[in-house]
DNA sequence: ATACTCACTTGCACTTTGCAAGTTAGTACC
DNA sequence: GGTACTAACTTGCAAAGTGCAAGTGAGTAT
């Protein structure tokens, strides 16, 4: 309880302007890349089509997540409108977070990106539970 | 005049180790976001379908994408079969870049893409030479 | 009161990116 | 043969991003 907070945040101003290009841009790739364009964003996204929803879930993902990072996609995420995040139980809160109707569209990207990678990348698969979940979008 | 000695500049060895588990795993949504899962490589492959084929073609995106970026790209690509480069003229040599099969089987990615772009994002749009390029695919 | 769990947050070393400037190989003109 | 120009990179370096580990706070269990 005497425990100070002292919380200082400092975050540190980009001195570089982050006013690069892409984000102008028209092209429809490029702004969808802008959002999902990275190498953890579709794989959380593919992990809520799985099944999981909380934060525990998803950091135990096997490709290992580091647990900033998650944290850090799951705001963007949300703020991209593509999941939200809604308390499924109170005493103690916890949180659920689940596709929108906008985030579930991503599924046609997902089976795309998994049909390549089925054809070229030898030794991947993909999990019966997996598959009937994006069949079934 | 012979060929050039190769002016290797001693790569600097990542001292941590690289060993993540992404690579190791079996799913195939993550495996190819290893290989294409950054914001540059797919612009470079949409350009390629649009038919821009040198590196200065390349260079000249709208979304300007910096030129060592777009040389370690190349050769990231090429290296994971998505592409190749053969000169188109000797005296000075020029180098065309193309896709593969391989390559230009990541059609149905970026359409995916296109599509919940179009969809999502307001204000983007697709150019009719690409969208023609991509049908045909 | 102590230990434990979940869901994050923070600190920091390391890595990647982005900008600019430099390099290499050739052509063009004078 | 000297300067200018072009294409296709390469290099240097600071800023931004990533990943690991440790810390925090709210709440539960014993």
New interface residues.
Partial sequence: MQVTPAKRKQRRKSKRAKA???SR???????????V???WS??IV?DLFRGKSTYGELLNS???IPTNILAERLKRLEAA?IITSSPYQERPVRNAYTLTK?GS??A??????????????P?????ANQRRVLRKL
Avoid: M
């Avoid at 046609?108 to 990348?121: E, N, S, T, Y």
């Avoid at 030794?123 to 999990?127: D, E, Q, V």
């Fill in positions: 690069h290009s892409l841009s028209l092209c429809p790739i490029a702004n969808v890349l802008e959002v364009g990275d190498k579709l794989l593919r096997f490709e290992k409108g906008k569209e991503l046609d990207i997902l089976q795309a990106l998994v049909k390549w990678g089925k054809r070229h990348i030794g991947t698969k993909i999990y």
